[in-house]
């Protein structure tokens, strides 16, 4: 089956290219009575959308979200929910010259393995552009999750290149932190250390000036998940997490918890002792990342994602063609020259439809008591 399609209980598919006229995602599973207008889209969206700073792709999208179906009067119907994006500022011109030049860092190579036939406008559906469905998606499981479990998912920025922020606790990440500076303005970088942010900006523009891109690390908390989401063996919550993060692009690595610094620590270093808790089940420290056995234990998810640097870059670059010749390529068009900034509600919205996802089907896992 065409990997279009995402979850089982809370299952999204979705279609469209970069340079396409619309990209569209829907949602099965959804259930009815949640409250759900186009305006619960905007801010979202607009935290991914291209052209909102000077560090990221100047392309001019709206992005305003479509609701076509799963609604009446402001709340979810339990039927299909699909949602429109459309494609305003696309400029197929830009790539011009590409059918035949695979780009370095892309699919294009791969693209003709599998299908011999592609859109090669900006990637056509191998562009991030596609993401502004997940992110649209993203929107209704977070008002779910909210709504179900005052479940929050936070993400900020934790690494551009060599310059590392230092990161408050995930029990007081705030979103206000990565969404705002001290003075109230935009935090254009969204990562909360802000004398790290200032730097990254300072890398971030020198890079660009340099017709180069550098890549990061993104950080992602999710507070209030209940304990018992999960399954055993193969739909592990880490499972399902990782899958949903590594299918984005550009995400090059995902680590849970302690992550690969548990490959230096002792067993009596990395194990989460248990303390009693008034509100629940409790663990001293959280080197298991908020699960264990693949079911969360009720404290914080935490994830780091790594992401490698935007592979459309304006320098010169040896490649060859799909006849086999060598070919010079300089990419045009309007790329970032960091994608950090935009990844993080990205991330969110991955990790929001996989708890949406163990939420509805942890309703089926026992006949007695709601999930704690």
Same mark, same amino acid.
């Given at each position: 089956?065409?990997?279009?399609?995402?979850?089982?209980?809370?299952?999204?598919?979705?279609?469209?290219?970069?340079?396409?006229?619309?990209?569209?995602?829907?949602?099965?599973?959804?259930?009815?009575?949640?409250?759900?207008?186009?305006?619960?889209?905007?801010?979202?969206?607009?935290?991914?959308?291209?052209?909102?700073?000077?560090?990221?792709?100047?392309?001019?999208?709206?992005?305003?979200?479509?609701?076509?179906?799963?609604?009446? $009067?402001?709340?979810?119907?339990?039927?299909?929910?699909?949602?429109?994006?459309?494609?305003?500022?696309?400029?197929?011109?830009?790539?011009?010259?590409?059918?035949? !030049? *695979?780009?370095?860092?892309?699919?294009?190579?791969?693209?003709?393995?599998? *299908?011999?036939?592609?859109?090669?406008?900006?990637?056509?559906?191998a562009s991030a552009r596609e993401t502004v469905a997940r992110v649209a998606a993203g929107v209704v499981a977070k008002?779910?999750?909210?709504? @179900?479990?005052?479940?929050?998912?936070?993400?900020?920025?934790?690494?551009?290149?060599?310059?590392?922020?230092?990161?408050?606790?995930?029990?007081?990440?705030?979103?206000?932190?990565?969404?705002?500076?001290?003075?109230?303005?935009?935090?254009?970088?969204?990562?909360?250390?802000?004398?790290?942010?200032?730097?990254?900006?300072?890398?971030?523009?020198?890079?660009?000036?340099?017709?180069?891109?550098?890549?990061?690390?993104?950080?992602?908390?999710?507070?209030?998940?209940?304990?018992?989401?999960?399954?055993?063996?193969?739909?592990?919550?880490?499972?399902?997490?990782?899958?949903? @993060?590594?299918?984005?692009?550009?995400?090059?690595?995902?680590?849970?918890?302690?992550?690969?610094?548990?490959?230096?620590?002792?067993?009596?270093?990395?194990?989460?002792?248990?303390?009693?808790? /008034?509100?629940? @089940?409790?663990?001293? +420290?959280?080197?298991?990342?908020? +699960?264990?056995?693949?079911? +969360?234990?009720?404290?914080?998810?935490?994830?780091?994602?790594?992401?490698?640097?935007?592979?459309?870059?304006?320098?010169? $670059?040896?490649? !060859?063609?799909?006849?086999?010749?060598? /070919?010079?390529?300089?990419? +045009?068009?309007?790329?970032?020259?960091?994608?950090?900034? =935009?990844?993080?509600?990205?991330?969110?919205?991955?990790?929001?439809?996989?708890?949406?996802?163990?939420?509805? =089907?942890?309703?089926?896992?026992? @006949?007695?008591?709601?999930?704690?």
């Amino acid at each position: 089956m065409p990997g279009n399609s995402f979850g089982q209980t809370f299952r999204i598919t979705t279609a469209g290219e970069s340079h396409g006229p619309a990209n569209v995602v829907i949602i099965d599973g959804c259930p009815a009575g949640l409250a759900l207008t186009e305006d619960d889209f905007l801010i979202d969206m607009a935290r991914r959308r291209p052209g909102q700073s000077h560090i990221v792709s100047q392309r001019q999208e709206d992005d305003r979200v479509e609701v076509l179906s799963g609604t009446y $009067q402001g709340k979810t119907t339990g039927t299909s929910i699909a949602l429109l994006v459309r494609n305003e500022d696309a400029r197929p011109k830009d790539y011009a010259g590409l059918q035949d !030049v *695979y780009r370095p860092g892309h699919a294009d190579a791969t693209f003709d393995a599998k *299908y011999r036939l592609r859109d090669p406008r900006g990637g056509g559906r191998a562009s991030a552009r596609e993401t502004v469905a997940r992110v649209a998606a993203g929107v209704v499981a977070k008002n779910m999750i909210a709504h @179900l479990n005052h479940i929050e998912i936070v993400g900020c920025v934790a690494q551009i290149g060599n310059i590392l922020a230092a990161l408050p606790s995930p029990d007081i990440l705030r979103v206000d932190d990565v969404e705002r500076l001290t003075d109230g303005s935009a935090n254009i970088v969204r990562c909360p250390d802000h004398a790290a942010a200032a730097k990254m900006i300072e890398l971030i523009d020198q890079v660009r000036k340099d017709r180069d891109s550098i890549g990061g690390v993104a950080h992602f908390v999710a507070r209030n998940v209940p304990s018992g989401l999960g399954e055993p063996v193969f739909d592990k919550l880490k499972a399902d997490l990782a899958k949903a @993060l590594f299918s984005l692009p550009a995400v090059m690595g995902v680590e849970m918890g302690s992550g690969f610094a548990s490959a230096t620590m002792r067993g009596s270093e990395q194990n989460d002792l248990f303390v009693p808790s /008034a509100s629940g @089940l409790h663990t001293s +420290t959280n080197h298991h990342g908020g +699960t264990l056995g693949g079911i +969360t234990t009720g404290m914080p998810l935490v994830m780091r994602v790594a992401v490698k640097p935007t592979s459309s870059i304006p320098r010169v $670059q040896t490649t !060859v063609d799909s006849h086999g010749d060598t /070919a010079d390529l300089r990419v +045009t068009g309007r790329h970032d020259p960091c994608l950090l900034p =935009r990844f993080v509600p990205i991330g969110e919205a991955m990790i929001a439809i996989v708890l949406a996802d163990h939420l509805l =089907r942890q309703r089926n896992a026992k @006949l007695v008591d709601e999930v704690r």
